[in-house]
T-cell receptor
Framework: GQQVMQIPQYQHVQEGEDFTTYCNSSTTLSNIQWYKQRPGGHPVFLIQLVKSGEVKKQKRLTFQFGEAKKNSSLHITATQTTDVGTYFCAEEYGNKLVFGAGTILRVKS | GAGVSQSPRYKVAKRGQDVALRCDPISGHVSLFWYQQALGQGPEFLTYFQNEAQLDKSGLPSDRFFAERPEGSVSTLKIQRTQQEDSAVYLC????????????FGQGTRLTVV
């Protein structure tokens, strides 16, 4: 079935450093969603990207959708301790969202 | 309520016991999903309802798993004769219209089978 691969699996950064997670697919995606899950919490929707080459920003977060719609990235500028959690990308496939395995972000203060 | 509500939050079941997990979606949301999340993994799709119709149950791992949403609002996920491999967090999500709309997740039910 469909599968999106996320890298890295885990990243530990110093507070103030930047962070990027990547989501890759072998097939063209109709759209991509990004979710954040805090430790012990539930996934919370961040954004949806639909158009080829689309770039969206939310404060310190920048989301990109590749020109070929086969990859996406989430970049956080100047991480803060509140950014801690697991970031998932998810693609629409039929009647469901297929989630990547996630990237765990830890921030050292 | 303002969000998706799931109960119970935690459930410990003895192997072989039946369990029922409840989901109250956001009022008016047409779509409802159940996901299973194992420790350290992303959520994995179980089943999808559009109103009361179960349109996709391709993710249910066995015939021990059964879900219903009889009146198009509250949904119940039932697991019969639980086994240790059923231990996971079961997440319910709802969205206003279609699959590609923003999905709102509940806090989940953590099921531990002993």
């Amino acid at each position: 079935g469909q599968q999106v691969m996320q890298i890295p699996q885990y990243q530990h950064v110093q507070e103030g450093e930047d962070f990027t997670t990547y989501c890759n697919s072998s097939t063209t995606l109709s759209n991509i969603q990004w979710y954040k899950q805090r430790p012990g919490g539930h996934p919370v929707f961040l954004i949806q990207l639909v158009k080829s080459g689309e770039v969206k920003k939310q404060k310190r977060l920048t989301f990109q959708f590749g020109e070929a719609k086969k990859n996406s990235s989430l970049h956080i500028t100047a991480t803060q301790t509140t950014d801690v959690g697991t970031y998932f990308c998810a693609e629409e496939y039929g009647n469901k969202l297929v989630f990547g395995a996630g990237t765990i972000l830890r921030v050292k203060s | 309520g303002a969000g998706v509500s799931q109960s119970p939050r935690y459930k410990v079941a003895k192997r072989g016991q039946d369990v029922a997990l409840r989901c109250d979606p956001i009022s008016g949301h047409v779509s409802l999903f159940w996901y299973q999340q194992a420790l350290g993994q992303g959520p994995e799709f179980l089943t999808y309802f559009q109103n009361e119709a179960q349109l996709d149950k391709s993710g249910l791992p066995s015939d021990r798993f059964f879900a219903e949403r009889p009146e198009g609002s509250v949904s119940t996920l039932k697991i019969q004769r639980t086994q240790q491999e059923d231990s996971a967090v079961y997440l319910c999500a709802s969205s206003h219209h279609r699959v590609t709309a923003e999905a709102f997740f509940g806090q989940g039910t953590r099921l531990t089978v002993v």
